[in-house]
């Protein structure tokens, strides 16, 4: 297919032709993704002891070894592949349209794939169905945040009794790295976690602006000390030789940890997801725990658009109040396509406080990581509004414009998907329906 020198083409057509080659590189993935269900029906299992010995599935234990040596697989990669084209085709098969319509990349319908693998098919469906309408507008992340909100709603006491088997594995690991380094790594309840790096991170900041360190390091340090026991309470003076003076942390009696939970849910009488501030949707049992157990913030959000409430300020230095405020209401960084965490992030205002008369309210705060408020302050042809339902969009040096809405902490028709995967569920075990027909082809999506 003839295209044109990339030399010659502006910066919007340069833009354009990335884009479109980015949807034929989904199509042609989807394609062959189709083409695996198929060779896949042509392979069925020699028997039903054979079947069960690999997988779940009805599929020739040898069909895995047929695809490895043709695409330089191993078996497992090959008859993962395999097993994953047969979902596709049947319960994801809206997420196979969606990947051949160059509408998501392979590493959108991974997580598709990923998040529902443990699910029963027709919840698989629902979770799918939820997701598919805003996943095109969303990084991999944000889409697997999503995922895990939907998995949580259509399937409330499975999401549960899985947080607890996963609790059950928690441990303490370490890897050798490269260069004499190696990394303690740690499998905990995310309550857990975000506490202790909150800790850590309020302990680093109380060492001061004189301390060399980035906060990574710090934070690192910090952890080896404690962990060793060279932390000690005195101060420098008094401090013995090897040993580091503990520091005082900032803001020691804000709570650690958040959790946005409905007042149902907190009471027992619904099951929706609640959300753990810096970290994303957690189980029913698990948000009340945490509002039960530990010190926490209790935040309200207006059951219409699902947005944390607003107040406002009119000095330039937002009040703590305010400030902890946004971060919560935004959630992440407010770039279109970044993670970072809000909690961790620096405060911009929309409209320049000086000079452009803009006020220190939550009308014109978002929260915003430094790589990104430093995009929009030192990187020639980007800007960003501000609008008053709190879309914050950001236009390219190209001209094109990407928006970011405000974090909705609503679970939307959560109790009546719910009920709907529950009929359909014993729907489907009274009369397993026929496999719907295979998608015809229509050509590259453009």
Not at 115 to 120: I, Q, S, Y
Not at 219 to 244: E, H, I, K, S, Y
Not at 249 to 265: A, E, F, H, I, M
Not at 388 to 405: L, V
Request: aromatic letters at 4%; a neutral charge; glycine letters at 8%.
């Amino acid at each position: 297919m003839a295209t044109p020198h990339p030399k010659s083409l502006d910066d919007a057509g340069l833009v354009e032709a990335i884009i479109g080659f980015d949807r034929l590189t989904s199509w042609a993935q989807a394609r062959q993704a189709e083409l695996l269900a198929e060779f896949a029906r042509r392979r069925p299992a020699e028997s039903a002891e054979a079947a069960q010995s690999d997988t779940a599935t009805v599929l020739s234990r040898y069909a895995a070894d047929e695809i490895g040596v043709v695409l330089r697989l191993s078996r497992g990669t090959a008859a993962v592949r395999l097993m994953q084209a047969q979902r596709l085709d049947d319960e994801l098969a809206g997420t196979r349209e969606a990947w051949r319509d160059g509408l998501l990349d392979a590493r959108k319908v991974r997580a598709v794939l990923d998040a529902t693998v443990n699910l029963d098919p027709v919840v698989s469906t629902a979770v799918q169905d939820r997701v598919l309408a805003r996943a095109a507008e969303q990084t991999a992340g944000q889409l697997r945040a999503a995922l895990g909100r939907a998995v949580i709603a259509a399937d409330p006491a499975g999401a549960a009794v899985r947080q607890e088997r996963a609790r059950a594995d928690r441990r303490v690991a370490v890897n050798p790295e490269p260069e004499g380094m190696a990394s303690l790594w740690a499998l905990l309840p995310a309550p857990d976690a975000v506490s202790a790096f909150e800790w850590l991170t309020r302990l680093a900041r109380g060492m001061g602006a004189g301390d060399p360190r980035g906060m990574d390091a710090r934070r690192a340090d910090l952890l080896t000390a404690l962990l060793t026991g060279r932390l000690t309470v005195a101060g420098p003076d008094g401090a013995d030789a090897g040993q580091v003076p503990m520091p005082g942390p900032v803001s020691p009696g804000k709570p650690l940890v958040q959790v946005v939970v409905s007042l149902d849910t907190l009471t027992g009488a619904a099951e929706q997801p609640g959300e753990l501030v810096g970290y994303g949707p957690i189980p029913a049992p698990l948000a009340r725990t945490i509002a039960a157990d530990g010190v926490w913030k209790r935040l309200v959000t207006d059951p219409l658009s699902g947005a944390l409430l607003d107040h406002g300020r009119t000095t330039y230095r937002p009040p703590a109040a305010l400030a902890d405020f946004v971060r919560a209401r935004d959630v992440h960084c407010r770039h279109p396509i970044c993670r970072r965490r809000a909690i961790d992030s620096e405060l911009d205002h929309t409209v320049a406080f000086a000079g452009d008369g803009g006020t220190t309210a939550a009308s014109n705060l978002y929260g915003v990581c430094v790589h990104h408020h430093h995009l929009k302050h030192d990187a020639p042809g980007w800007s960003v509004r501000q609008d008053p339902d709190g879309r914050i969009t950001w236009t390219t040096p190209t001209g094109r414009s990407y928006s970011s809405d405000p974090h909705d902490y609503r679970i939307e028709d959560g109790p009546d998907l719910t009920a709907h995967v529950v009929a359909e569920v014993e729907r489907r075990r009274a009369r397993p329906p026929d496999r719907p027909p295979p998608v015809a082809d229509t050509g590259p999506p453009f």
